[in-house]
């Protein structure tokens, strides 16, 4: 932006808004969408947490202060047409005032909304293991008789190992087969692979996006 200033460049609407799309820095899930003026931003970039202009109530509210849900800025960017926000948060908490993860959680099919659903917006596919690794929390702190995670949770660390063990050999041997199916059966023993190497995280208190952090601290 050479040494303009955000201000230089914003273009707020009739009402002296700019809708912001809040984002999670670490899954990539969109949380929320909400309008900023000009000292909503500035408040946000002076503290470091998202501070919005609420249109009904006309007047300036900090993210979290009645909840305790907090959003730590990480990024902010500004759109090509100058006219709406991105901003990727550390999400403490839940996004949404009913309780889940975002206020996107209702899923339009055949022009029918359904009822709110926690999973809503799904992660992308490239994201998928970063769900998966949701999921086998959820089953860490929530037990199932039913559940082949939490049977492994509840088996150990001895038990986990000796599936990852097991799974890394099935992985080699399709690596080095002939057989025409080679590539399904490949792709069938990773996943399974990495869903176990998941678990083992979660049971040694590591999450996945620690180990995509060293990846990322790799690459630079």
Not at 18 to 44: C, F, H, W
Not at 104 to 122: I, M, N, Q, T, W
Not at 148 to 155: G, M, N, W
Not at 193 to 219: A, I, N, P, W
């Amino acid at each position: 932006m050479n040494k303009m200033t955000l201000f230089d460049h914003i273009t707020f609407n009739e009402q002296g808004l700019i809708p912001t799309i809040i984002q999670d820095a670490t899954s990539g899930k969109v949380l929320m969408m909400a309008y900023m003026n000009r000292e909503a931003i500035q408040k946000t970039c002076e503290t470091g947490e998202t501070w919005f202009f609420s249109r009904k109530r006309q007047t300036l509210w900090h993210k979290g202060e009645t909840s305790g849900h907090f959003q730590t800025v990480k990024h902010l960017y500004l759109d090509c047409d100058n006219d709406t926000l991105l901003i990727m948060v550390d999400q403490k908490g839940v996004a949404c005032h009913i309780g889940l993860p975002s206020c996107f959680h209702r899923e339009v099919k055949d022009g029918e909304l359904s009822a709110p659903d926690s999973s809503c917006p799904p992660f992308a596919l490239s994201s998928f293991l970063q769900s998966l690794f949701e999921i086998i929390d959820e089953r860490a702190e929530h037990p199932s008789s039913e559940s082949y995670t939490t049977r492994l949770f509840e088996a150990g660390r001895e038990k986990i190992l000796r599936k990852i063990a097991e799974e890394s050999t099935e992985v080699l041997l399709a690596a080095t087969e002939t057989r025409p199916d080679k590539k399904e059966h490949l792709r069938w023993e990773a996943a399974d692979l990495l869903y176990h190497l998941l678990v083992l995280l979660r049971h040694e208190g590591l999450t996945f996006s620690d180990v995509m952090q060293e990846l990322e601290k790799r690459r630079k």
